[in-house]
């Protein structure tokens, strides 16, 4: 039987839209509407380790993601955009390409600034809301990038 990580996996390696059909940069679907209250813990019920992060609500021009991360991610890059990580439950550690990593703990926020090549990693179970704007672009580093965002990637010469 697949798991929710495989089948990310499988779309990941095969090239093809993500279950979801959301890609980072476009249109995404928004959960809730405004005037909703939002059950976290729902929410983290229902969200599963290497599921596509979920739009809950929207703030101006910025979306409210959620996210559960184990493992580790890709690298990537905002260009244009901040990005704010507030971890929920567990931990999140977030590499940069110049050596350092951040650990961002339970009830803990970082902000990494646009232009930052960075990769989330999480050893246990981690929650965590994400905050950046919708229309954010993201980069991949070519080497990690799934095959259908390649058009979107940098030369790792490039970092």
């Not at 995404?28 to 019920?45: F, N, Q, R, Y």
């Not at 981690?126 to 058009?151: G, I």
């Amino acid at each position: 039987m697949a798991t929710r990580d495989s089948t990310v996996e499988k779309h990941r390696a095969a090239g093809t839209p993500r279950p979801d059909g959301v890609r980072a940069g476009s249109q995404a679907k928004i959960a809730h509407p405004p005037l909703t209250v939002v059950d976290l813990g729902a929410e983290t019920l229902s969200l599963n380790v290497g599921d596509p992060s979920r739009v809950l609500t929207r703030v101006n021009d910025n979306g409210v993601r959620f996210s559960v991360f184990r493992g580790r991610g890709l690298w990537h890059v905002h260009p244009a955009s901040d990005e704010c990580f507030l971890v929920l439950r567990g931990a999140l550690l977030l590499d940069m390409k110049n050596g350092r990593t951040i650990r961002v703990g339970r009830h803990q926020l970082v902000t990494i600034p646009a232009g930052v090549m960075h990769r989330p990693r999480a050893v246990v179970r981690t929650v965590a809301l994400c905050f950046k704007p919708l229309a954010a672009p993201t980069h991949f580093l070519e080497d990690d990038a799934p095959a259908r965002d390649r058009a979107r990637t940098i030369s790792p010469r490039r970092r």
